[in-house]
């Protein structure tokens, strides 16, 4: 399955549309049809600051729970109010509508994977 | 799951249901359940769910384990084996049973289908095959045993069987690799069955009642096997399960299929059949019920056939019963969209013992330890709001008493509510 060439991918499987200084996050496709429906999406709130690695959110499906890491120090600048109404824009647009946060980045994120080194992750 | 038996060592290999291919071609996601890789999705468990509640579902369970129990003293030794009082199931009647330790736990719960006098179909969980087929197997040898020494006076269970006194005749075979289980579970299940070419049985299924069972047989360009079809089910919904051999099974499933097709049956996978039967309130092994659990605990005390006649395997250990105080399986209910899941703890309200917080939790539960321990959850498909089955102090367990369970580090809110959570209106 082919990523967006135009991201960057964690091995925690999670996407980061990385414009500047800022950065939108999302679930990669493969995370979103692991967890299975999404029910309930809990996001950081706008301002907050978040620590690179740490849990700063929850992905829920019916099944199972998924998290949210930071990919990076740095600040939430907007949550996707749209996902927290509507968790199933997770499966259904997991690269589009279903983003979750937007970042000002206090650093690059390190250990970013491109498209072509996270479709071979996946593929294992 | 904990209680695969390290003694059979092919459940290390992946096993797959003779309908595996189905799935495959259906595009399913697979997951690991007792050792077998089994559909936990098709498209979407949500939709799946849905289905199932509104048309119909197409189950492959033929990881379950079916075990034949046969012989002029099938029924008597059943009373024996088991909890409940199985000579007293009619031919063609169904009934819900538990496998009992001494101590009086469960082993395993189970549904045993009488097909004849001396025939009863034993279905057991996967992950408990070889637990209950040894178990059996055991209890046939000591009830045997007791039969062949005549010591029946002894109050051992055999005085009132109707046994000579000289040879006790029952055999107990593993029949699971043979047998393939598939389930159609909805309000269109009916129609569904009465559509499907080539299924007969041997009377109608219009009027055959909840908890009974029908001989069929199921015949395509192969030629007839013979089903064996229950309206049973591990959904809350009308339904039946067809019992049929495994190397038939895929021609089973291709009939049901197409003739569901006009009434909206979908492939259904174990995600839903989860969130299903928690919403109807129903146990699941491994989760509910454990060998640490008396059925007493889980609400099952009535399974267990205290007045029957004689000796049973678990009789003393139900007499004793749980120790004071053990806590006890109710059902959980919230606002929000957070589930608890299996394995949160649970908390007596903060003001409890408060003088002005009257309706609080009895203030002999401290709020500052455990009271209790979430063992199924999921935010409920059709009630929209978090579900969760739980095992809570006895001072927790009246409903309407407010808890806190926490939520990965957050308590929340939930009560306890009356079971199931949903019932399906009755036609």
Same mark, same amino acid.
């Given at each position: 399955?082919?990523?967006?060439? @135009?991201?960057?991918?964690?091995?925690?499987?999670?996407?980061?549309?990385?414009?500047?200084?800022?950065?939108?996050?999302?679930?990669?496709?493969?995370?979103?049809?692991?967890?299975?429906?999404?029910?309930?999406?809990?996001?950081?709130?706008?301002?907050?600051?978040?620590?690179?690695?740490?849990?700063?959110?929850?992905?829920?499906?019916?099944?199972?729970?998924?998290?949210?890491?930071?990919?990076? @120090?740095?600040?939430?600048?907007?949550? @996707?109010?749209?996902?927290?109404?509507?968790?199933?824009?997770? @499966?259904?647009?997991?690269?589009?509508?279903?983003?979750?946060?937007?970042?000002?980045?206090?650093?690059?994120?390190?250990?970013?994977?491109?498209?072509?080194?996270?479709?071979?992750?996946?593929?294992? | 799951?904990?209680?695969?038996?390290?003694? $059979?060592?092919?459940?290390?290999?992946?096993?797959?249901?003779?309908? $595996?291919?189905?799935?495959?071609? #259906?595009?399913?996601?697979?997951?690991?359940?007792?050792?077998?890789?089994?559909?936990?999705?098709?498209? !979407?468990?949500?939709?799946?769910?849905?289905?199932?509640?509104?048309?119909?579902?197409?189950?492959?369970?033929?990881?379950?384990? %079916?075990?034949? &129990?046969?012989?002029?003293?099938?029924?008597?030794?059943?009373?024996?084996? +088991?909890?409940?009082? +199985?000579?007293?199931?009619?031919?063609?009647?169904?009934?819900?049973?538990?496998?009992? *330790?001494?101590?009086?736990?469960?082993?395993?719960?189970? &549904?045993?289908?009488?097909?004849?006098?001396?025939?009863?179909?034993?279905?057991?969980?996967?992950?408990?095959?070889?637990?209950?087929?040894?178990?059996?197997?055991?209890?046939?040898?000591?009830?045997?045993?007791?039969?062949?020494?005549? !010591?029946?006076?002894?109050?051992?269970?055999?005085?009132?069987?109707?046994?000579?006194?000289?040879?006790?005749?029952?055999?107990?075979?593993?029949?699971?690799?043979?047998?393939?289980?598939?389930?159609?579970?909805?309000?269109?299940?009916?129609?569904?069955?009465?559509?499907?070419?080539?299924?007969?049985?041997?009377?109608?299924?219009?009027?055959?009642?909840?908890?009974?069972?029908?001989?069929?047989?199921?015949?395509?360009?192969?030629? *007839?096997?013979?089903?064996?079809?229950?309206?049973?089910?591990?959904?809350?919904?009308?339904?039946?399960?067809?019992?049929?051999?495994?190397?038939?099974?895929?021609?089973?499933?291709?009939?049901?299929?197409?003739?569901?097709?006009?009434?909206?049956?979908?492939?259904? =996978?174990? #995600?839903?059949?989860?969130?299903?039967?928690? %919403?109807?309130?129903?146990?699941?092994?491994?989760?509910?019920?454990?060998?640490?659990?008396?059925?007493?605990?889980?609400? +099952?005390?009535?399974?267990?056939?205290?007045?029957?006649?004689?000796?049973?395997?678990?009789?003393?250990?139900?007499?004793?019963?749980?120790?004071?105080?053990?806590?006890?399986?109710? =059902?959980?209910?919230?606002? =929000?969209?957070?589930?608890?899941?299996?394995?949160?703890?649970?908390?007596?309200?903060? %003001?409890? =013992?408060?003088?002005?917080?009257?309706?609080?939790?009895?203030? !002999?539960?401290?709020?500052?330890?455990?009271?209790?321990?979430?063992? *199924?959850?999921? +935010? *409920?498909?059709?009630?929209?709001?978090?579900?969760?089955?739980?095992? &809570?102090?006895?001072?927790?367990?009246?409903?309407?008493?407010?808890? !806190?369970?926490?939520?990965?580090?957050?308590?929340?809110?939930? $009560?306890?509510?009356?079971?199931?959570?949903?019932?399906? %209106?009755?036609?």
């Amino acid at each position: 399955m082919a990523v967006p060439a @135009n991201l960057k991918y964690t091995t925690e499987h999670e996407w980061l549309l990385i414009e500047g200084d800022f950065a939108t996050v999302g679930i990669t496709q493969y995370a979103a049809d692991q967890l299975g429906d999404v029910v309930f999406v809990e996001l950081p709130e706008t301002d907050s600051a978040i620590e690179g690695g740490v849990v700063v959110g929850e992905i829920e499906s019916t099944k199972s729970v998924g998290e949210l890491i930071a990919p990076a @120090n740095g600040t939430v600048i907007e949550s @996707n109010q749209a996902v927290v109404d509507s968790p199933e824009l997770v @499966n259904s647009d997991p690269f589009g509508e279903g983003w979750l946060v937007k970042v000002r980045l206090d650093s690059a994120p390190e250990n970013l994977l491109d498209a072509a080194a996270y479709d071979a992750l996946t593929a294992e | 799951m904990t209680q695969l038996s390290a003694s $059979h060592n092919e459940l290390t290999q992946p096993r797959f249901s003779p309908l $595996h291919r189905i799935h495959e071609d #259906a595009g399913a996601t697979f997951t690991d359940f007792a050792g077998w890789q089994m559909p936990v999705r098709y498209t !979407s468990d949500l939709a799946e769910h849905h289905a199932v509640r509104n048309a119909a579902g197409i189950f492959d369970i033929s990881h379950m384990a %079916e075990i034949i &129990v046969e012989g002029p003293d099938a029924a008597s030794f059943l009373d024996y084996a +088991l909890a409940g009082k +199985l000579s007293a199931v009619k031919i063609g009647q169904a009934k819900y049973s538990l496998l009992l *330790s001494e101590r009086g736990t469960v082993i395993d719960d189970l &549904v045993v289908y009488r097909r004849s006098e001396e025939k009863f179909f034993v279905v057991a969980n996967a992950g408990n095959r070889y637990a209950a087929v040894d178990a059996l197997q055991e209890r046939a040898a000591e009830f045997s045993g007791v039969g062949v020494s005549g !010591s029946g006076v002894s109050g051992s269970g055999v005085s009132g069987s109707g046994v000579s006194g000289i040879t006790v005749t029952v055999t107990v075979t593993d029949q699971s690799d043979e047998t393939a289980l598939i389930a159609v579970q909805g309000p269109r299940a009916l129609e569904i069955l009465e559509a499907t070419a080539g299924l007969a049985s041997a009377s109608p299924l219009e009027p055959l009642k909840y908890y009974w069972s029908v001989e069929g047989d199921f015949t395509d360009a192969d030629g *007839s096997a013979p089903v064996l079809i229950g309206r049973t089910g591990y959904t809350g919904e009308d339904g039946f399960e067809l019992y049929i051999d495994a190397d038939r099974a895929e021609s089973l499933w291709r009939a049901l299929s197409s003739a569901g097709a006009e009434f909206g049956l979908v492939a259904a =996978g174990l #995600a839903c059949r989860d969130t299903l039967r928690l %919403e109807a309130g129903m146990p699941l092994y491994g989760h509910e019920l454990s060998l640490d659990i008396f059925p007493a605990q889980a609400g +099952l005390g009535r399974v267990v056939a205290l007045s029957k006649e004689g000796d049973f395997v678990g009789r003393e250990g139900t007499e004793i019963g749980p120790a004071e105080g053990s806590w006890v399986l109710v =059902g959980l209910s919230a606002e =929000g969209k957070r589930a608890a899941r299996a394995g949160y703890e649970i908390f007596a309200e903060q %003001e409890a =013992g408060s003088p002005d917080a009257p309706a609080g939790a009895p203030t !002999s539960v401290p709020a500052d330890i455990p009271a209790g321990i979430v063992t *199924s959850g999921a +935010l *409920s498909p059709t009630l929209g709001h978090p579900i969760a089955l739980a095992y &809570v102090d006895p001072a927790l367990a009246e409903v309407g008493t407010e808890v !806190s369970v926490d939520i990965r580090g957050k308590r929340m809110n939930f $009560h306890v509510s009356t079971l199931p959570f949903y019932k399906r %209106e009755k036609k």
